[in-house]
């Protein structure tokens, strides 16, 4: 099914996104993960793609199986980062034999150790070129694209950052999933702000609980996200007990969840950091309401 077939207001949809694990073992337990979510009927998978291109046979593998075993719905991750023109469209074609139907289409971050991103000689320096490309070539997919509340952390300006995500939609988006936030009023206000300029795919909101006091840090550091202060002194405070950050960044996910449902998302993408406990925590909280 095509993801945008799936994204609907009056029945909004749960999603997860996971990314490739680097051994047999880690793969084990992103497949008992998966069957453990299982019973919460996800709208579909989306599976990550290495800085740089680095996990693309893993990551082209793995949605390949999860499709194929799981019959869950899939997205692949597909970047800019790392291929030319010719080494993409052979991804996009291993894509397509596998019956992946959707694949977001993102630039990519800079390889481990280099601060800047650099295109690969005949490759693409943005999303947009990329989104262009699989369209000329007349791939049948569903094409969905990164989108950023609090605006790009390399992105001078948040107005600048949103004209880059309708160049990005014109060229044939169908939807397009955010950036984690801690506070819906950014979310709210970016949504209302690209409907503005004529922006009218669907905008799904990604929540990533919060499970991990420093790998919170490293996060918001890294995407620019803003936490409350009012969580931030409450995370403060319990910073030591990982059993209680885990709790209170499920309340406030949930929280969260519920303010997005009741006024009108298409559907809700968790980043699970390939755990299941807290997204299956909120995610039958959430159903248990409806």
């Given amino acids: 099914m095509k993801i945008r077939n799936r994204l609907n207001p009056s029945n909004p949809c749960f999603s997860f996104e996971f990314f490739p694990p680097k051994d047999e ?68 074609k291993r894509l397509e034999e596998a019956g992946i139907q959707n694949v977001l289409a993102l630039r990519g971050d800079p390889p481990k150790g280099q601060s800047h991103f650099e295109p690969t000689a005949d490759g693409f320096r943005h999303a947009y070129e990329l989104v262009r490309f699989i369209q000329q070539e007349e791939f049948s997919f569903c094409l969905g694209g990164a989108c950023y509340p609090e605006g790009h952390v390399e992105t001078p300006s948040r107005d600048e950052d949103l004209q ?21 009023a950014f979310y709210f206000d970016f949504v209302e702000r690209a409907r503005r300029i004529g922006i009218n795919v669907p905008i799904v909101p990604g929540i990533m609980p919060i499970t991990n006091y420093e790998q919170l840090q490293r996060f918001t550091r890294m995407c620019g996200a803003t936490v409350p202060m009012r969580l931030a ?4 405070r319990v910073k030591d007990d990982p059993e209680a950050v885990m709790q209170l960044g499920v309340a406030h996910a949930t929280v969260q969840s519920m303010e997005l449902l009741a006024r009108g998302v298409p559907g809700i993408h968790f980043y699970t950091l390939n755990k299941s406990p807290a997204t299956r925590m909120i995610v039958g909280a959430l159903r248990a309401r409806t």
């Fill in 233 to 236: 002194l409450q995370l403060e």
């Fill in 25 to 92: 073992a880690g793969t084990a337990r992103l497949f008992k993960t998966l069957e453990e979510l299982a019973p919460l009927e996800p709208g579909f998978v989306s599976v990550t793609y290495g800085a740089g291109g680095s996990t693309r046979d893993r990551t082209v593998e793995l949605v390949s199986r999860i499709k194929r075993e799981t019959h869950i719905e899939t997205v692949a991750h597909l970047t800019c980062g790392g291929h030319s023109r010719d080494e993409l469209r052979e991804v996009l």
């Fill in 164 to 184: 880059y995500l309708k160049q990005k939609v014109d060229e044939g988006l169908d939807f397009v999933i955010t950036q984690l936030f801690f506070d819906n």
